[in-house]
Structures are given as C-alpha cells and as structure tokens.
C-alpha cells in the first residue's frame, strides 16, 4: 500500500524534471533570437547607411550630369 501512495509524488517529480529540460531548450533558443534579432539590427544599419550613400551618389550623378 506503501508504493501505491509513492507513485503519484514519483510521476510530479519526473514531470516537472521534464518541463524542466523543456523550458531550458526554450531558453536557449530564445537566446539564439535574441543574438539574431541583434545581427538583424546590425543589418538594417548597414543597408540604411547604403541607401543613403546611393542617394548621395545619384544626387552627385545629377549634379554632374547638368553640368
């Protein structure tokens, strides 16, 4: 009668034990993200400064141009 009591308490501790490894995989993938998101800043900079670059140099084309 001993072990019937057991195996509820058993069967709590082995589930959170998993919800455990889950939540720390979902951890890490969301700092995988969060390093992601930072590169995908980085990015967006970096084209903005191109696109302001090619428009400096298409206005400096048109200022050649009507020379």
Known sequence: ???L???PPVAM???AA???VQLR???GAAADLQ???HRFTEVRVAVTEVRTAAA???AA???IQRS
Do not use: H
């Open 1 to 3: 009668m001993a072990l």
């Open 5 to 7: 009591w057991a195996v």
């Open 13 to 15: 501790v082995a589930g």
């Open 18 to 20: 998993l919800a455990l």
């Open 25 to 27: 995989g979902i951890a």
């Open 35 to 37: 390093g992601e998101l």
């Open 56 to 58: 400096d140099a298409r």
């Open 61 to 63: 084309a048109r200022g």
